[in-house]
């Protein structure tokens, strides 16, 4: 089975600073892993996925996330944030082959001025 | 291209009631999965329809069921509401069942189910 911790409920971060979402994963088997945002009252959006390959990833919007598989860990990151970056984050993993997405509980990005 | 169209956005019923949900996915999608988001909860995986077919299904009991038409759109039913089953509900559709990496999810807007 697979499990996601994200390990953060809430980043409050100001305009224009750096921001890390961190997130661990768990999983005996190989897996994809994924970043989502959700605005508010709008559904998810994929930001950026690993399949494989290099390990620093690029996203929409100016994210990016690097696998680190000794530490598993997948952290989102974005050098400058906006205050349109508000929104909700889900780290998600899918078992390679497999149909469903174990998501984890979300972070809250708060961007203050 | 249109994106994924969740019917209707927000939903009232009683305990007891029973409620049906439509998604329509993005055309050329053929697989279409159903979540339910709660704040205690989070994101959890209820199933997933490719070509008419339950492919895969989660932990959830069986008063929540699903099933997926000819045209690739999906419903999902909940019989016997409990208060418990207010949340909102995400329908997500891609290219293929499984390969999650190749096909990804794409969400629709969800349905918020109250029940009272």
């Known amino acids: 089975a697979q499990s996601v911790t994200q390990l953060d409920s809430q980043v409050p971060v100001f305009e224009e600073a750096p921001v890390e979402l961190r997130c661990n994963y768990s999983?005996?088997?190989?897996?994809?892993l994924f970043w989502y945002v959700q605005y508010p009252n709008q559904g998810l959006q994929l930001l950026l996925k690993?399949?494989?390959?290099?390990?620093l990833v690029k996203g929409i919007n100016g994210f990016e996330a690097e696998f680190n598989k000794s530490q598993t860990s997948f952290h989102l990151r974005k050098p400058s944030v906006h205050i349109s970056d508000t929104a909700e984050y889900f780290c998600?993993?899918?078992?390679?082959?497999?149909?469903?997405?174990?998501f984890g509980q979300g972070t809250r990005l708060t961007i203050n001025p | 291209k249109a994106g994924v169209t969740q019917t209707p956005r927000y939903l009232i019923k009683t305990r007891g009631q029973q409620v049906t949900l439509s998604c329509s996915p993005i055309?050329?999608?053929?697989?279409v999965s159903w979540y339910q988001q709660t704040p205690g909860q989070g994101l959890q995986f209820l199933f997933e329809?490719?070509?008419?077919?339950?492919?895969n299904k989660g932990n959830f009991p069986g008063r929540f069921s699903g099933r997926q038409f000819s045209n690739s759109r999906s419903e999902m039913n909940v019989s016997t509401l409990e208060l418990g089953d207010s949340a909102l509900y995400l329908c997500?559709?891609?290219?293929?069942?499984?390969?999650?990496?190749?096909?990804?999810?794409?969400f629709g807007n969800g349905t918020r189910l109250t029940v009272t």
């Open positions: 998600a993993v899918g078992p390679q082959g497999a149909q469903k997405l174990v």
């Open positions: 690993y399949l494989s390959g290099s390990t």
């Open positions: 997500a559709s891609s290219l293929v069942a499984g390969d999650r990496g190749n096909s990804p999810l794409h």
């Open positions: 329809y490719f070509s008419e077919t339950q492919r």
């Open positions: 999983s005996s088997v190989s897996v994809y």
């Open positions: 055309s050329g999608h053929r697989s």
